[in-house]
């Protein structure tokens, strides 16, 4: 069976991930690049349902409060959903996927619920699950970009403030945040994610324009399919 490229783009909250998704889907575009993108979640699809429900905290305020088995399977069914819907045939007959989180989120967000030396065992069972029994296809290349925490809430609270949203239980939670930080770095490591910095040695935020160019020559080096362009 012919099968495409699936390229993913992974960051905690407050990280600018949604910002070089964007970028990345306009450079594509610019050059003429047949691809198809997603985001997940599909917050305004029916399978989003049971996770909307854990974001809204109707299964609890604080996030520990639903075990990362249970939430990832809210997460997978999602992706499930879609893939079944929306994109397993293109992705059969050879198509560039781009996608803003997968599986991958839950590895970033759920892991961080467990004891570190649990942690490998959780991104075992995940990749078991997802990709061996739910059937979905594993990245060609997932992209990490690494955001500190201090940096992340504070770019998040002033997100909420020029757009007026309110923050769900993942958002809210500056600990846990953290958290997911830590988890994130182990499961980049576990992965083999490609992890970029977000921040220069100086400690100051890089350009948006810089973690670019770095997300896209990474690219060029890991997907066969952009190393003509």
Sequence with gaps: MKKG?????????????????????????ALGTPFQRLVFPQYQEPSSALLRMYLQGEFGSHPSDVNPYAASTFYAVDRYAA???????????GELILSDRYATSNAVHQGGKLAPKEQSDF????????????GL????????????????????????ASIHTQADIH????????????????????YGWQRISCVAETGNLRSIED????????LLNSVPALQAL
Excluded at 123 to 134: I, V
Excluded at 137 to 160: A, F, G
Excluded at 174 to 188: D, F, K, N, S, V
């Design 5 to 29: 490229t699936l390229i993913v783009l992974e960051g905690t909250d407050g990280s600018g991930k949604s910002t070089q998704f964007k970028l990345l889907c306009d450079r594509l575009l």
């Design 83 to 93: 893939w079944k819907k929306v994109w397993g045939q293109g992705y059969q007959q």
């Design 123 to 134: 991104f075992d069972w995940l990749s078991d699950f997802e990709y061996g029994k739910l």
């Design 137 to 160: 296809p594993q990245p060609d290349v997932v992209i990490y970009l690494d955001m500190p925490t201090e940096k992340s809430v504070q770019l998040l609270r002033s997100r909420e």
């Design 171 to 190: 958002e809210v939670d500056t600990q846990y945040l953290a958290l997911c930080r830590q988890t994130a770095l182990r499961a980049a490591e576990h």
């Design 211 to 218: 973690i670019h160019q770095e997300i896209w020559n990474v």
